[in-house]
């Protein structure tokens, strides 16, 4: 899907928002998305695609919305950063750096004090670790045992800044958050089998009452940190490294460990690829037919009339 969306951003220029792809960051989306119910409610940050379509998000809503139009997720105001289909589960997204990170551990603590079985998940990057934000989501979430599930997908890299640079050698971000007192595990996040494992012991672990988890998922994105390009000619990470990650595609990697139990996967994989892209044209067809919102609408939405 990803995929395809890309290429129509660069050829075209029709999509004005900002895209941060998740292509290479598909298990951490599927296997999380997949251990939740609809009730439970998933906020991401700006790479927000592959959750919102993981969780069920609508995909015509997703296109619409990417193509500023009315009929989009976010009725053409937000574009790519600002996604949401609550019918889905999917809660939101947003620009500003672990900024929904608090709004999860918010969101978990009102399911708990109105005694709902039911989890907030959140995710973010290596990068937005390093807001205060996050240190003080986790110090609340411990203390008031919210049921929130903090997912990082840690792709090495916050834009062109390697992990490495940024923080001391031998420490962790499971590491900070045991500190904090919230239970975590590190998992391969490209191996899809092992996030959703993860991802359901993590969402129990919430629901039975034992309060927040954090999940660190080890993952990579192939493309440049905003946009449909490969950046192996920025200058901040060698094609020698993109290869290595590339070659450990998680789509790839599922459909292997499949293979010896389903004879038929790389057929039905070929199916869905086939089934996928026609799906992804006729939603950008039907988008592109859809009305701009209007003027007179501009301020709909942005204020809540006071009650009298
Ligand atoms: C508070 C804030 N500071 C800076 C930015 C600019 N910015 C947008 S994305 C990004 C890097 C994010 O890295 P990470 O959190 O690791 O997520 P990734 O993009 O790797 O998925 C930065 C610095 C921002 N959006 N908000």
Redesign the pocket.
Same mark, same amino acid.
């Given at each position: 899907m990803e995929e395809t969306l890309a290429d129509y951003y660069r050829d075209e220029q029709e999509i004005r928002t900002p895209v941060?792809f998740s292509i290479g960051q598909e298990a951490s989306a599927v296997g999380v998305c997949a251990a939740t119910t609809p009730q439970d409610w998933v906020y991401t940050?700006?790479?927000s695609h592959a959750p919102y379509l993981a969780k069920g998000g609508d995909l015509d809503a997703l296109v619409a919305e990417l193509y500023g139009r009315q009929d989009g997720c976010a009725h053409g105001r937000g574009g790519s950063m600002h996604v949401i289909d609550q019918a889905a589960g999917f809660a939101g997204s947003a620009?500003?750096? =672990?900024e929904m990170i608090p709004v999860a551990v918010g969101t978990a603590w009102a399911f708990a004090r109105n005694g709902e079985a039911r989890v907030a998940l959140t995710y973010? =990057?290596? =990068? /937005?670790t390093e807001?205060g934000v996050f240190a003080e989501s986790l110090n609340f979430a411990a203390v008031h045992k919210t049921p929130v599930v903090f997912v990082c997908?840690n792709?090495l890299?916050? /834009?062109c800044s390697p992990l490495s640079a940024r923080q001391p050698a031998g420490t962790s971000i499971t590491g900070r958050s045991e500190a904090a007192g919230v239970p975590s595990e590190l998992v391969d996040g490209n191996d899809v089998f092992a996030v959703h494992a993860a991802a359901q012991r993590a969402v129990a672990h919430a629901r039975e009452g034992h309060g927040p988890f954090l999940l660190e998922l080890s993952t990579y994105?192939w493309r440049a940190?905003v946009g449909p390009d490969w950046d192996h000619d920025y200058g901040y990470r060698s094609k020698e490294e993109i290869d290595e990650w590339t070659a450990q595609c998680p789509i790839v990697r599922a459909t292997a460990a499949l293979r010896a139990e389903e004879p038929d996967i790389d057929a039905a994989v070929a199916d869905w690829r086939t089934r996928f892209e026609r799906e992804i044209h006729q939603s950008v067809d039907r988008a592109k037919a859809l009305p701009f919102p209007s003027v007179d609408g501009l301020l709909d939405g942005a204020y809540l009339p006071l009650a009298r």
């Open positions: 941060h940050s700006h790479r620009a500003i750096l =672990g973010f =990057g290596d =990068g /937005a807001e997908e792709n890299y916050s /834009a994105r940190h």
